[in-house]
Every structure is written in structure tokens, then in C-alpha cells.
């Protein structure tokens, strides 16, 4: 079925360590989008990306690296992963164009102990 | 920040009333959306209304948009047990361009049978 897949739904690791989050997209969108949700701080963007190889930062993408290089996937990779970076994150996809909703996954449920 | 804020953070009622989520934010925007996420999975979009549009319908969904006062609310009518979930509102402020949301916290709606 068409959709936006995030894996793995749920991981733990541990400080230092490197992990990275994948997001695919069926719908050809051109722009992608990763947020975290944390309690009392609803959803922040961390990165998001117009389309393949273009890439900027949202509001909190200190410790997190994204690439770009095929239009359907847009991967999230903490290289040293803190205590701080456990959270929910969601990957979302867009045509991109204003007035356009954003389409969600069902997030990574990362620990880092 | 642009951020957008819901009121109340909670809200619990009875199946069959009306329940009522309001959303505020800073700096003009292009569009104002709202998302429902129920528990442990990703934000599904609900209803998009633009910034010359003052009131949308969507079934059981109304959402009005009052620009001098940069607040908008949600009203679900004739709630149901499946209506429980948290609802935020998102808003766009790149006025076509760079696109891209500020979400809110949330509300978190229960329905009680």
C-alpha cells in the first residue's frame, strides 16, 4: 500500500552511540519532514528537505544529520546519541506547496539509556 | 516564537456534547491547520482553512479562523468514545515558499460513554 513507513518503531541504545532512524515515502512528495515529540513541548522540526539533496534545519537539529539522496527516502541519523535525543519521532511527507496537509508516520519510539 | 498554543491542554465530556479546542499563535500566517493523533501513532490531518477563510465545515467538524485576533478553534459536534485523542493545531507561515509548520502542544480530548 502507499504511505509514509518509519522502522523501526521502537529502539534502545546507549549515549555515544550512532543510530539511524529511516523514513520512506510511496506518494513521491517532494518535501519531507523529521519531527520530535516530547512531553510539554508538543512536535519540533528538527530537519526537513524541499526535495532530493536539498536539505535545511528546523528548530532543534543540533546532534542530528539528514541526507537526501533518493526523492522516497529521507534517513535521520544521531551520530552520538544523548540521554536528551530519547523521544518520539515522527518522519511526514508533503507535495510542498502551501495549503498542502502533511502526511504522517507512526514515529520511532527511541531510548537511549 | 510562532509557535501555536491550544487551549485547554484537556478537556473530558460526555459522548453526544460538543467539544471545543481553541488555538493561538503570534505572526500572520498563510494557513492554519488542525491534527488528530491518537495514542502511540502518527498525526492524521483533519481540516486545512486558509487565511482569507473565516469558517470550514468538515462532517462533524467546524473550524473558524479569526485573523485580527490570530486564534482559530476546532468544534467537534456530537462527540463520540473514537473522538478521544489529542488534537493540535499547525500553522504555516511561508506565505507559499519554504513551506513548512509550527505545531502546537495539544489538547488531549476524552470522550467518556
Known amino acids: 500500500d502507499a504511505g509514509i513507513t518509519q522502522s523501526p518503531r521502537y529502539k534502545i541504545t546507549e549515549t555515544g552511540r550512532q543510530v539511524t532512524l529511516m523514513c520512506h515515502q510511496t506518494?513521491?512528495?517532494?518535501?519531507m519532514f523529521w519531527y520530535r515529540q516530547d512531553l510539554g513541548h508538543g512536535l519540533r522540526l528538527i530537519y526537513y528537505?524541499?526535495?532530493?539533496?536539498?536539505?535545511d534545519k528546523g528548530e532543534v537539529p543540533d546532534g542530528y544529520v539528514v541526507s537526501r539522496s533518493k526523492t522516497e527516502n529521507f534517513p535521520l541519523t544521531l551520530e552520538s546519541a544523548t540521554r536528551s535525543q530519547t523521544s518520539v519521532y515522527f518522519c511526514?511527507?508533503?507535495?510542498?506547496?502551501?495549503?498542502?496537509?502533511?502526511?504522517f508516520g507512526d514515529g520511532t519510539r527511541l531510548s537511549i539509556l | 516564537s510562532q509557535q501555536g498554543e491550544e487551549d485547554p491542554q484537556a478537556l473530558s465530556i460526555q459522548e453526544g456534547e460538543n467539544a471545543t479546542m481553541n488555538c493561538s499563535y503570534k505572526?500572520?500566517?498563510?494557513?492554519l491547520q488542525w491534527y488528530r493523533q491518537n495514542s502511540g501513532r502518527g498525526l492524521v490531518h483533519l481540516i486545512l482553512?486558509?487565511?482569507?477563510?473565516r469558517e470550514k465545515h468538515s462532517g462533524r467538524l467546524r473550524v473558524t479562523l479569526d485573523t485580527s485576533k490570530k486564534s482559530s478553534s476546532l468544534l467537534i459536534t456530537a462527540s463520540r468514545a473514537a473522538d478521544t485523542a489529542s488534537y493540535f493545531c499547525a500553522t504555516d507561515h511561508s506565505g507559499g515558499s519554504n513551506y513548512k509548520l509550527t505545531f502546537g502542544k495539544g489538547t488531549l480530548l476524552t470522550v467518556n460513554p
Open positions: 506518494w513521491s512528495h517532494s518535501y
Open positions: 482553512i486558509r487565511s482569507n477563510e
Open positions: 511526514a511527507s508533503s507535495h510542498g506547496q502551501s495549503n498542502q496537509p502533511q502526511h
Open positions: 528537505s524541499a526535495a532530493a539533496d536539498i536539505t
Open positions: 505572526t500572520s500566517i498563510n494557513n
